[in-house]
Structures are given as structure tokens and as C-alpha cells.
């Protein structure tokens, strides 16, 4: 996608923040000690990327701060001197929001990593934001708790990545997502204040909701210190089953007699013959890849409200065309249904050199209409297309194979997505439904939203982060205070901004 | 409670926003006609308070827009002006959110109360916001739907109130918020722009999360045109019981083991001795004044899970103290022991001429401690308090018993609540579970959120309402832009804010 790497691949001509000089370099030195402090071209080139195709940036130095105090200093340093600062999890993010721009500092959090209190009387966890997602599972799960979001890099993403996107995962259906469990939140503004918001009550609305305007905000209004989350009850029993169709659109209609029944799976999944072929040849299930469609399907809770749902599931999916069944016998081979979406991704990535994930979201009653129009794009485009996806609540993730050597194959794959994320806004849905805005569809944000939702949003930004330090040029194109001297080179990023160079 | 009085009722030499002449009112009129513009004295004292005792204030003319255009053009019109704009629904709001300032035009929108669309597919309904909570619940269940917030007010507040203060109720233990359940707004921002934020989509990450940014604003950055609500599924059966404890503290331990049980109930509810004394005075259901606690407890869900989870629940009662069980027979039976905890506010209203009904929150695992701070309070400042509350999510409601006309014990009850916010906010809870801000609680918002927080609000309200049109002085005293010249008599307002009146 030639125009993200416009974006982000400039010439060292274009400087626009101020350029992180030897004397910058000894402050961070000094806030978190020269051991802290990382800026050879071997230790930047681990952090100038994420999880998304196409995006590289070597960052102007690495930090790993050791308290929130530090973390503090670092962002009033970063006013000061006007450097940009991009909050760092794992780097497993799709959207491009933890990609650097030249002399950004990478403020690295993946290292506070501990859970501090798992409270069982509140049903509610503390945790260090670079805690990873599936090891807090497990640790929630050992005090016969649960903590449902679960995005599908669990086993390496952190919290704190999750909170500062929104993440989704395979139980959004039934559990929500990411924003449906943060009850708390310790974080640096963009001043370098400390702020705690939230806490233990369930109920709490003292002046303006701070907390949810925090979560999903992309590191762009705030670095997270220390995280609150909700836990539930962990369910008693779950039973997984894998129905195959041999019609997409018999899929698609058991997913939507499966909810008019009034059952609440907690994933209701779906993978199409692409993505089946290759998780077959990738995995080796015994998957049969001739079938058209594959839902993967869980519910869970009581034992006696999991068996009558299953059997109605079942039901319901046999009445509407099923062609193959197969469920679960004991919780070894739940993991390996389980296994047949949770490797979609990566057997995927495994057939061209660059898979292009996405995120177009719309109600759950227009997935198989959606599912047919993109279909339709990768054809007319000539392109290879898996889809597979959040079938339960409309999150699709369509992916295209491609090579991003091959310029006019990446020019269609770009091409196709704006299709589909126009057909997403159409049909009432959304461009990204858990991997953020970032950079990837920031361009796209104003045909969601409108105009006056972006400008509220720029000035929201603004006016909490004058100087543009948090993670600019993600989510919107950053607009500084054009009143007073900006520090450093702002006037030049002003003016970069207004030639347009960010989309 | 005498500041709270200073507050309103100022002389009518302090104007500080322009009077609404002749020709505003004539512009007003030729906007929503004239049938919709009401001015008399007796037209506006009908708006002059809400359900919050002590705060009365007329404002300077209501409006009845009959479009989200006419909405928009009032919003342009009062910046043009400087006048300032209340929305109100029913008015049953109880932390003053509503009370008009002098001059405030009150938009009401009570008449907006239709149902639009329900959606079985999505599990969506988008309403006016005039639709009473009440009818919203009639109706969805009718189609098997269930919407779960229920503030004690349902039977005539109206859902954009809901929205607008993110109103809690009996059922936010198992089922939370209004928040939780705001999937989409439609609504006019403070400069008269039009937004429409959030959809069906069940996971929507696209920019800043504005949606959960409106709700709970109390009015202060928008008003809300039209609201998509989420549904679930109705619950198959419920239970209701009363459990009488003959010792308080027996009740709170009750209330942890049903937790740690890692049973949810629906509803959990509590009534100390004095609030049951006053419901079965006026009420007459038979319940034993003696008694020291009374748990309304209700679980829902499938059939053979309720009838497990009512059993255990009632053994754990049992094994810490209680002294009567009593369990609903059939639906009618359940409404009158529902009815105990539903008369509790009327009930302890009858008592004495002025009834102050407080939302301090904590975490679960506090309320006994909480409680016990209450009595002790009352006690040493000779008052009487009725405390009862959603036990569940520690969500108490101590409830002082007063007359506005005893200087002394008002000023003795002010003293007491500030002391019971302290404690709230000691113990990691909140001044405000559920009933908002507003005007009574705006001089504690600092203390538990710290002033950099508070300043941030600060200046997300004077960036989106630089005239500060929409709700002002809620919350927290509003802080114009200083730079250039304000509208109206804004110049005035701001020496006035400079001053100190208000908190």
C-alpha cells in the first residue's frame, strides 16, 4: 500500500520534530539511567514496526522507564525538547498504532509485567499494563475467575496494548470487549500529570467519564501505569463444536437462527473454504476442505444450560443445511477445534509474502451479505481473499494474500479494502471493529464519522495535547496550538501538516 | 442546605448571561412557533426543580423543539446570543442536573417518546429520548427482549435523563449500567453540529469513543436526538426473596458469601431498621419491624439454574443468621416483595418535610464498614438517616430525614453527607453511584478525582463549549476561553466564576 509507506518511510530531509540531540539522549539517560536508554541501529530496528504489513519507522531512541514517576518526567522532557513519545506493549498491533515517526521515543512497557492483586471479595484484578493477556487468564483462571476479552494474540499481546486499542477477541458476543472490563486506570497525561480514574465500584459517575475516553484512545491522550479490571465468575463447564456447510449462505443463516433462538454463544466463529484449505494444510485437523463454510462455535456457563443449548444449536444448525458436526469430547479436544480458528491467521500468512488483515465490522444480521460483496471485490480485483471472523457480532476479518513487492497487486489489495470499508459504512457497520484506527484507516475515519466528529475528536487532542507528544499522527493528523511558539520544530510540523502529507 | 441555596437563588442583580429579550424570545418562536415557547410565570415554575430537595430556580422561557434541526438551530442561536440551555426530560434527576439557571432556556424533550425501531436480528431499539424507562421495558419484553437498567424512577423518568446522568438501578450487579447498553447516540454538540456516534456494530473502535464520552455528561456536552439501546435476551424465569437478618453486620457477611460464591444475583438489595419500619408504615406488607436488615434478593436466568442458585443463596442466608425467609410464590407475590425495596424512598419521604436521598458508593466488600460510618455519623449529629441501597455493587443510598425550614439540622445534615463523602472516598468509592454530579455534588468532584483530572474535564468543556451554552455550572463551574471577546454578557460570567461563587 504505497501511500502508508508514503507515509511513514520519509526522506531524512522532512525532519519535523526536533531531532533528538546528544543532549536530549542525556535527560532520558538521567530520568531512567544510561542502562534504560537504547539507541544503536541494532536495538531501534526491534521497535520501527508492529504487527501490521507494510509499516516501517526506526525510532530516535528506545526507553524502559521504572516508574510512573519516570514515566512522567519523560513526557514533560518530551514538551519541553518537542520529541513525539509512542507507548509500546508487545507491538502486535494491526493498525500501525505503536509504528514510530523519526525521533519518536519508544516508551517501552512490556517489562512491568506484574499482576499486583487479584481481589475475589470485588471480582476486580490490578495489573502492571505490560502483564500479557493469556498469562493473566491463566492466573485469574487458577482462583476459578475469568477475565473474557480474548483477542486472538492473546498468548503474546499485553493489557495494556488491549486497553489502549480496545481489543476484541472470539468472546465479544456474549462477554464484550476490552472497554467492558477496565473499571480503573492509572495514566500520564500529555502534561505529564498523574491521574487515577475509576476504581472498585461497580457504579461511578463523578463528573466526566475519563476512563472509557482513555480506553481505545491509542496512546494518544495518555500512557497507562496501572490497570483495574472486572473479572467474572469462571463458567462451570463449555462444550466447542465445529459445523461445517457446504453453502456460505446456509452458514450465515444458521449464525442468525442461532441468535433469533435467544442463545448467547460466547464465540460463534466462521472460516471460509480459503481459510479452512489452508488451516488444513497448515494444521493437519482432518478438516474436510471441500465444504464451503465452517462455523466454530462455543458455549459456555451451567452444565445443565450448556447441554440444552448445544443440542439446540445443533438443531438449529442441522435445519439450516449442516453438512458435518463435530463436537467436542473433553477439553482436549475443545483446544483442538478450538485450534481450527485460533491458527486462521497464521495459516494464512503462510501462502503469499504479505497478508493484509482487516477489521471492516457491520451488524451481525448483514455478515452474509458483506461476506458475498467481498467475494465479489477479490474477484473482480483478482485477488486472493480468506475471511473468517467474528461471525456473532458482524467482525469480519477479510484478508488479502499478497506480495508487497508486486506494486500493482498492492495498489488493487488497497483499492479492495476502501470497497469493503465503504461497504461496511453503508451497511451501518464500522472500518476497524477491535484493531483501532491507527494509521491504516485514518483515512477513512471522516467517511464514518463525519466531519464534526473528527473535528471534535482533533479538538479533544488539542486541547489535552497541545504540543502533539502522544503518539501523533494516529487515529487524525495532529493539529498543535497554532497560537504561541510551538517548541522544537513544531512551526515545521505545522507546516508539513498543512501540505497534507498526512492523510 | 444552605450553599446549595446560594447557589441558585442569587439576586437578580447578579446577571451574568444575557437576559432573554423580546427578540430572542421572538427568534425562539419563530424556530419551534410560538404553540412551543412558553414564558409565563406559571409555564415556568413547573421547570424551576427537579427531584433533588432544596434547589429551585425559574428559568427564562421553555421550548418544545419538534425536530433535531430546531434542536441545532436553538444551540446556534443561544452561542449568538449567550444564553444558556437545559434539556430535561421528566425531571426526576436528583443531584440538580436539571435545575435551570437564571435565564436558561429549558429544551424539553418529553415529548419525544417514541420507540423507532426494534430490531430482533441485532438486538438493538432506537428510541426519542422521551421515551420513559418504564415503557421501554414493556415494550422489548413484549418480543422477548429485556433491557436491564431499572433506576428506581423507571415508572416516569425518561431514557435520554438515563443517558445523560448514566443512570444505575437495581439491576447493575449482574447486568451494569446505562452505559453498558448505549450502543449509538445521535445528537447536537455545543457549536450546533449534528454527530451521530457508534451503530449496531458490537465492536467499534473507530477514533475517539465519543459515545461513552456523551453519556453521563449530564447535559454539558450535548443533547441527545436519538439513541440506540442494546438489548439481551429476556431471562427465561426469576426469584424473588426477602431475607431478614436480626443483626446488620450478619447481612453484610450474607452479601460477601453470595459473592464469593461466585453466584450473580439480579438484584441484591438492602434496608436497614428504620427504612423498613417506614415501607411496612406505608405499605403494610407485613414484614417485622424488628429486625435489623432486610435482603430483597432476586436471580434470573434459565429455569434450572435459578432454582439452584435461590437455594444456595438461601443456605448461605441461613448459615450467617437469618432469622425469616420469605420466598415469592408466583409473579404477583414476587411484585410485592419487590414492592418492599421499590417504596423505600416514598416510604422514608413521608416521614419528615425534606427528604435528602444520597448515592455514595463503595466497593462490595465495604458496605458494612460504610454503614456502620453512616450510623455513627447520624448519631453524633443527632439525625435521622434511612439507609438502603444496591448492596450487590455497594451502591448505598443513605437517606437523611430533615426540614429545609431548621436552619440547624440542615446545616447539621450538609455536615454529616460531606463527612459520609469523605469516608466514600477513603474507602476507593465514589460521591456518585448513579445520580451524577450535578449542582450537589460539584464541590466534592475534586477531592476524588484529584484537580488534575478535574482540570482536564475542565478543559474538554471549554474546547467543545467555549460560550458555555449547554448545562452550565453542572458538574464543575465552567471556565470560557479568555481569548477574545465572549458573546451576550460571558465577560461578566467569567468575573463572576473568577470570584468564587460558584464551588
Redesign the interface.
Known sequence: MVDRELLLFMPASSIFFAMLSGEILSKLASISSSSNLFTSPEDKIAYSYDGTPLLQQLPGAVIRPRSAEEVSQIVRLANQEGFPLVARGSGSGLSGGSVPLEDSVIILMNHWNRILEI??????VWVEPGVITGQLHSAVEAR?LFYPPDPGSAAICTIGGNVA??A?GLR??KY??T??YVMGLEAV?ANG?????G????????????K??L???EGT?GIFTKILLRL???PETATTMLVFFDRLSDSAEAV?AI??S???PAALEFLDNTTIRCVEDYARLGLPTNLEALLMIEVD??K??VD?DADRILSLCRKHGASMINVAENEQDAQRLKSARKVAFAALARIRPTTILEDA?????LVAPMLEFIQQVARKRNLTFGNFG?AG???LHPTCLTDERDEKEIHAAEAAFEEIFEKAIEL??????????GLT?KKF?ER???S??????R??????DPNAILNPGK??SPKPRC?GPLPGNRDQLQKFLDQGAFV
Not at 428 to 437: D, L, N, P, R, S
Open positions: 481481589d475475589e471479595q470485588n471480582l476486580t476459578g486499542e480496545n476484541g465479544g458476543l464484550g470487549v472497554k467492558d497525561l500529570e498523574r491521574v487515577r480514574t476504581g472498585k465500584s461497580v457504579k461511578d459517575v463523578a463528573g466526566y467519564n475519563l472509557d475516553w480506553v481505545g484512545s491522550l467474572v465468575p469462571k442468525s441468535i433469533a435467544r442463545i448467547t456457563g451451567r445443565a444450560v440444552e465490522t457491520v451488524p451481525r444480521s467474528h457480532d458482524g467482525n451501518g457497520g464500522t472500518i476497524t471493529g477491535e484493531h483501532g484506527t484507516k475515519l464514518q464519522v463525519g464534526a466528529a473528527v473535528e471534535l475528536m479538538e479533544i487532542k488539542r486541547v489535552v487515529i487524525f497560537e
